[in-house]
T-cell receptor, first 112, second 114 residues
């Protein structure tokens, strides 16, 4: 009955690899987000999708490519991983007609 | 643009002490305001929220009042416990809309010692 679930929880990979993080929400929300939390705990928005359409794309390297196959899923694919990509990535969702945001438990990505 | 400023941490308190974590914001229009908590090794949990001026959000003994005149949303708790040790984030939702991303402050780490 998890509301926003992300997989995997931990991901350790080598520089130059390509990896994906998956996110699913069962709340019926129409908007989903990816946030990056750096080592100092600062949270920064990366992408936002509303009903499968990209609405926000902050200054993120184009090695990062989000994909939303339907409004319940928002995946994040990262190409050519770099050391600086090491962070915790959070998925979140909300409903455009309401005020409430639900976060997943995060994916800790470590690039070695 | 919209922004949130919260007090720098870390904050270390003894059990049963009074807690205040300051938060001020800059926004156009009428944002909604939130406090989120992140326990060690876990994700973000909503602690409380307020959607209009003078609203008070409360949960688990924590309170915060939306003060439009001072653009503030300070978090308070009368008696902290060791289990309150976590990182606390103040956040706003611009324009009171559910499909704009939350803007977060930098977080304040709280450590409560027995």
């Amino acid at each position: 009955d998890t509301a926003v679930s992300q997989t995997p929880k931990y991901l350790v990979t080598q520089m130059g690899n390509d990896k994906s993080i998956k996110c699913e929400q069962n709340l019926g929300h129409d908007t989903m987000y990816w946030y990056k939390q750096d080592s100092k705990k600062f949270l920064k928005i990366m992408f936002s999708y509303n009903n499968k359409e990209l609405i926000i794309n902050e200054t993120v390297p184009n090695r990062f490519s989000p994909k939303s196959p339907d409004k319940a899923h928002l995946n994040l694919h990262i190409n050519s991983l770099e050391l600086g990509d090491s962070a915790v990535y959070f998925c979140a969702s909300s409903q455009s007609t309401g005020i409430g945001y639900t976060f997943g438990s995060g994916t800790r990505l470590t690039v070695v | 643009g919209d922004s949130v400023t919260q007090m720098e941490g870390p904050v270390t308190l003894s059990e049963e002490a009074f807690l205040t974590i300051n938060c001020t914001y800059t926004a156009t229009g009428y944002p909604s305001l939130f406090w989120y908590v992140q326990y060690p090794g876990e994700g973000l949990q909503l602690l409380l929220k307020a959607t209009k001026a003078d609203d008070k959000g409360s949960n688990k003994g924590f309170e915060a009042t939306y003060r439009k005149e001072t653009t503030s949303f300070h978090l308070e708790k009368g008696s902290v416990q060791v289990s309150d040790s976590a990182v606390y984030f103040c956040a706003l939702s611009p324009r009171n809309s559910g499909n704009t991303p939350l803007v977060f402050g930098k977080g304040t780490r709280l450590s409560v010692i027995a």
